[in-house]
T-cell receptor, first 112, second 114 residues
């Protein structure tokens, strides 16, 4: 049973525009969420996180929004750059737990 | 640079022939994880070590075993690989097991079973 879902396998965006990647989760016990970025032939690298006490966390061009009632989070990248082209994984955990549950990833292509 | 290293990057084995994948870290993290990721699927946790304490996921097949001889190294042993075990295997580390700990991933080993 997939507890973290990324329903869009791919997304294409023009350079300079906003990229919005979405993630849904089913487990109400999750209270910590992360986004990872993965380039081909490399492992996932941590991008940004948010805990359930917040509804927004911003780091430069990257902002993560959390809607607990809808069990939904999104990653906004603005402005998008060609170097942002990668696969983005959403992950969730509970602060008292010991594992992360990953989504299937969304492949972002930023077109120059 | 502190990092997570996986060797080899690509491994080909024969059906039923035991294979070992290795992971090492220079981060001195307490926790090491092994994930299996099949094409277009989410990474799936197989097991993790907190120091020497081994934690197996309930649905990890017995065919998969792990060893952690010291803080820096962790091995994944597949005793009798089947065709369904062909996947990317990701090693990750974390300073702590709590859900707020960021995981640091290696580049992965892609396993092909012939």
């Amino acid at each position: 049973d997939q507890q973290v879902k990324q329903n869009s396998p791919s997304l294409s965006v023009q350079e300079g525009r906003i990229s919005i990647l979405n993630c849904d989760y089913t487990n109400s016990m999750f209270d910590y969420f992360l986004w990872y970025k993965k380039y081909p032939a490399e492992g996932p690298t941590f991008l940004i996180s948010i805990s359930s006490i917040k509804d927004k966390n911003e780091d430069g061009r990257f902002t993560v929004f959390l809607n607990k009632s809808a069990k939904h989070l999104s990653l906004h990248i603005v402005p998008s750059q060609p170097g942002d082209s990668a696969v983005y994984f959403c992950a969730a955990s509970s602060l008292t737990g010991n594992q992360f549950y990953f989504g299937t990833g969304t492949s972002l292509t930023v077109i120059p | 640079d502190a990092m997570v290293i996986q060797n080899p990057r690509y491994q080909v084995t024969q059906f039923g022939k035991p294979v070992t994948l290795s992971c090492s870290q220079t981060l001195n993290h307490n926790v090491m994880y092994w994930y299996q990721q099949k094409s277009s699927q989410a990474p799936k946790l197989l097991f993790h070590y907190y120091d020497k304490d081994f934690n197996n996921e309930a649905d990890t097949p017995d065919n998969f075993q792990s060893r952690r001889p010291n803080t820096s190294f962790c091995f994944l042993d597949i005793r009798s690989p089947g065709l369904g075990d062909a996947a990317m295997y990701l090693c990750a580390t974390s300073p702590q097991t709590s859900g707020s700990g960021t995981q640091y991933f290696g580049p992965g080993t892609r396993l092909l079973v012939l």
